[in-house]
């Protein structure tokens, strides 16, 4: 197909500075391959991960930056060597468009873990060109790294999957905790924190939701369906949960004391990161031995675990809490998200926002 080997412009919205303002940008697509896929965007969900990208909160950041890495959007041409997909398919991309392909994570399709992955917006692709996100009208993505979405399930509803649901699915895939009857705790009620508890519930688990405060019993309890709540500070509440737990899934990205936590797990019972913390964590080596518990954490999830995500959702009928916005609100989101006012995940409607018109 002869228009797949020309470079299209697009507009999105991208940062141009650390200031992390969002503003219409318009750019290059990169020239498109057998294997590629061109995406019109149809939402996209909002991450913590981008407002930290968008601000350079880690030093990492090259502007003018098109953010966004739960993008689901629908096929409009496909290269000659595309296997996976048609025109007309809805279809999802998550936070990686690229790896080496050679190293053992990828050869045990466990691409997440390559050293040379490429990120979906705030790197540089194979051919040179800096990689953009789903906060624009359109993408092109190998195929390899994008997935279908289930005849069923929302576009708005899927977006929050392809990032912060497989966040929690892949350690409870990974670690044989998928099976029913199991007791969970989820550690911090942000958006991959409900997403835990919407997952977790949806595999027959009884859940116990941990907080710094009251504020969110409501919710967790009668909204999402948590079965207990406790509160981090309430030592007494603690202490009678000791030795509980199968697993529980931290998932705060602020520094915080991790005794507690293990000592509420169970025998071979797992304490699993997702919080990104950049200081070390602390504790007592006996809490570990006493009941050859594990402290670990795991990083996304690969291709194979987004599709089963996917069809798992939608057959259990899970349906995250969602806000769904228009581009041009996308600032506000942003400053909102950044001081925990959303339940529990501002998605983005770009079709609707006409971006190229």
């Not at 412009?9 to 750019?27: E, H, I, M, N, Q």
């Not at 009620?189 to 409900?194: A, D, E, R």
Request: charged share 25%; proline share 4%.
């Amino acid at each position: 197909m002869d228009s797949l080997k020309e470079e299209r412009k697009t507009t999105g919205w991208a940062a141009k500075d650390p200031s992390g303002l969002l503003s219409p940008y318009t750019f290059t697509l990169r020239k498109t391959g057998e294997e590629d896929v061109l995406i019109k965007v149809i939402c996209c969900g909002v991450c913590h991960t981008d407002i930290h990208l968008i601000r350079n909160d880690h030093g990492t950041s090259n502007y003018p930056m098109v953010p966004g890495h739960e993008v689901v959007g629908e096929v409009m041409e496909v290269g000659s060597d595309v296997s996976k997909f048609k025109v007309g398919d809805t279809v999802g991309v998550g936070l990686l468009v690229g790896c080496c392909n050679t190293c053992r994570p990828c050869a045990a399709e466990e691409e997440q873990y390559c050293n040379k992955k490429i990120w979906t917006y705030n790197d540089i692709y194979t051919d040179g060109k800096p990689t953009q996100g789903g906060f624009s009208a359109s993408m092109v993505v190998h195929q390899k790294f994008v997935v279908k979405i289930p005849k069923g399930l929302a576009p708005e509803q899927a977006a929050p999957l392809l990032c912060a649901g497989v966040t929690v699915y892949s350690p409870l895939s990974h670690f044989g905790l998928k099976k029913s009857g199991l007791r969970g705790g989820i550690l911090g009620l942000g958006g991959v924190g409900h997403m835990g508890v919407l997952i977790a519930k949806a595999m027959d688990h009884h859940v116990t939701v941990i907080s710094s405060s009251n504020k969110k019993r409501d919710e967790a309890m009668n909204v999402l369906g948590a079965d207990e709540y406790l509160v981090s500070s309430d030592a007494d509440k603690i202490q009678a949960a000791v030795d509980s737990l199968d697993y529980i899934i931290d998932t705060l990205p602020i520094p915080h004391p991790v005794d507690d936590y293990v000592s509420m797990l169970k025998l071979d019972g797992k304490l699993i990161l997702l919080g990104v913390v950049n200081v070390p964590l602390q504790f007592v080596s006996p809490l570990l031995m006493s009941g050859r518990k594990t402290i670990t954490g795991t990083f996304i999830g690969n291709m194979r675990e987004i599709e089963e995500l996917l069809e798992f959702c939608n057959e259990k009928g899970v349906k995250s809490k969602i806000e769904v916005v228009k581009m041009d609100y996308i600032n506000t989101a942003i400053e909102r998200l950044a001081n925990n006012d959303v339940r529990y995940r501002f998605v983005v409607d770009v079709a609707a926002s006409k971006l190229e018109d």
